[in-house]
């Protein structure tokens, strides 16, 4: 596990149970975009959060820019919403839910394209990136590691470990870790799911940016 470092950047996730369903039963699909991305709702200085749903806490994440610099900073913009896409719009996490949840091993998000898993795209203008390095280890529970559908596929999907999955060495990059909030991880793990590990309710990354 590489030591924590003053310098690298910390981010986190406010997150909501069902917001994402309720939003679309108070708010019409035009104005669910605009809620979300057309005014400066990213950054940690403005604190309105997408409105509605129940809220679940704080999840605070240390990036490991000292190991992985590359896939920390993917992360790290998406957070905040500096990417944008080839429309000139600003995209990232915020809006976005956590699509796979299995308890003891992790819980899985960051497709904010599709919401299923099926999306990718990073901050260097491709789908996908290569592997960084896998320096760091698969051992604790509250580990960032890169969801990815083989070999150099790293996009904009994520996981957080709930257990040490040492099976994933060598496959998935460590990029980072949770430093508070991990009983809110341990509130997703254990929400009701249904078929193929989708939770009932929506898991919605209400707000995020950088602290």
Request: hydrophobic share 35%.
């Amino acid at each position: 596990m590489a030591e924590s470092m003053t310098t690298n950047p910390v981010v986190f996730f406010d997150l909501n149970l069902g917001g994402r369903n309720s939003m679309k039963s108070v708010f019409p699909a035009s104005m669910q975009w605009a809620i979300r991305h057309s005014y400066p709702l990213w950054r940690a200085t403005n604190n309105e959060p997408v409105p509605t749903g129940e809220p679940l806490g704080r999840v605070k994440m240390e990036l490991f820019t000292n190991v992985t610099p590359k896939t920390a900073e993917n992360f790290r913009q998406f957070c905040i919403g500096e990417s944008q896409n080839s429309q000139g719009k600003p995209q990232g996490y915020k809006g976005s839910k956590f699509h796979r949840v299995i308890s003891n091993f992790m819980i899985q998000g960051g497709d904010f394209l599709n919401g299923d898993g099926t999306g990718s795209t990073s901050i260097y203008g491709t789908k996908a990136f290569a592997d960084e390095n896998f320096q760091l280890k698969h051992d604790t529970a509250g580990l960032l590691s890169m969801a990815n559908s083989g070999p150099n596929t790293n996009g904009c999907q994520f996981f957080i470990t709930t257990v040490p999955t040492p099976f994933l060495n060598g496959k998935h990059v460590v990029f980072g870790k949770v430093i508070d909030g991990m009983d809110v991880v341990r509130k997703i793990e254990n929400t009701r799911v249904k078929q193929e590990s989708k939770p009932v309710s929506d898991v919605v990354i209400a707000q995020c940016g950088e602290m």
